[in-house]
């Protein structure tokens, strides 16, 4: 659906753009594969995950993370804009999708100089060691580097029924400078790793699983990060 903030940020902040010849080696499922979808494909045999992205918004009005998406919009989507050039993510409305994606795995290697075309960054990472390994890395395999808009939330405005009441405690603890966003999840990531019993989670469960969960709290209530945004390497 060409979101800004990625097909699943879920699982992070920042993602790669494949080169489009890669998609002829994956195969598909709709849906996350661990929960094993009788969906599957390839790319020349797409039609179960194709039925199944259809059946949903006709149904719900609703297809990977698309609200108020019916199947004549949807197919509208596929064949004019899915063609067209990628879009500069960093002033596009993200769209927060946590749950509904088509995932893919890529069969062989992916290699940095031949199958990544671009690096979406969150702009958390601006100036920070990460933001320089990161652009680094791209400088080196002459990949496009650009930002989305990220997300950023106060501690104040986490919510407590959603992803569990640990939450609130957790963004006080682990934000930086009034302000949760990616780079403060991912250093108290690295400090949870180093010493796990640092964080105020509850006992029982897996620090890093509640900070998982933190994160998809960032995703889902975030506003955009305020920090200006622009592209920080050309190859």
């Known amino acids: 659906?060409?979101?800004?903030?990625?097909?699943?940020?879920?699982?992070?902040?920042?993602?790669?753009?494949?080169?489009?010849?890669?998609?002829?080696?994956?195969?598909?499922?709709?849906?996350?594969?661990?929960?094993?979808?009788?969906?599957?494909?390839?790319?020349?045999?797409?039609?179960?995950?194709?039925a199944a992205l259809f059946n949903e918004a006709f149904t719900r009005d609703f297809a990977i993370g698309e609200r108020n998406l019916r199947p004549a919009g949807l197919l509208a989507?596929?064949?004019?804009?899915?063609?067209?050039?990628?879009?500069?993510?960093?002033?596009?409305?993200?769209?927060r999708n946590l749950d509904h994606y088509i995932e893919a795995q890529v069969h062989g290697d992916v290699r940095l100089e031949e199958d990544v075309q671009t690096l979406v960054a969150d702009p958390s990472f601006r100036d920070t060691a990460t933001g320089h390994a990161l652009q680094r890395l791209c400088e080196r395999y002459a990949i496009e580097c650009t930002w989305h808009m990220g997300f950023q939330l106060a501690p104040g405005a986490v919510p407590d029924d959603f992803r569990g009441p640990t939450m609130p405690p957790l963004a006080a603890h682990f934000a930086r400078a009034g302000w949760l966003h990616a780079a403060a999840v991912g250093e108290a990531a690295s400090t949870l790793k180093r010493s796990p019993t640092t964080s105020p989670a509850t006992p029982g469960i897996a620090p890093l699983q509640q900070l998982t969960w933190l994160w998809h709290v960032l995703v889902r209530f975030g506003e955009p990060n305020s920090r200006p945004a622009a592209q920080f390497a050309h190859p």
């Open 1 to 50: 659906m060409r979101h800004p903030d990625g097909a699943a940020p879920r699982f992070g902040s920042c993602y790669f753009v494949l080169a489009p010849d890669v998609s002829a080696r994956a195969t598909f499922t709709y849906l996350d594969s661990h929960q094993d979808p009788i969906q599957k494909g390839t790319l020349e045999e797409l039609d179960d995950v194709l």
């Open 77 to 95: 989507h596929l064949l004019e804009r899915l063609p067209e050039p990628y879009e500069a993510p960093a002033t596009r409305t993200p769209g």
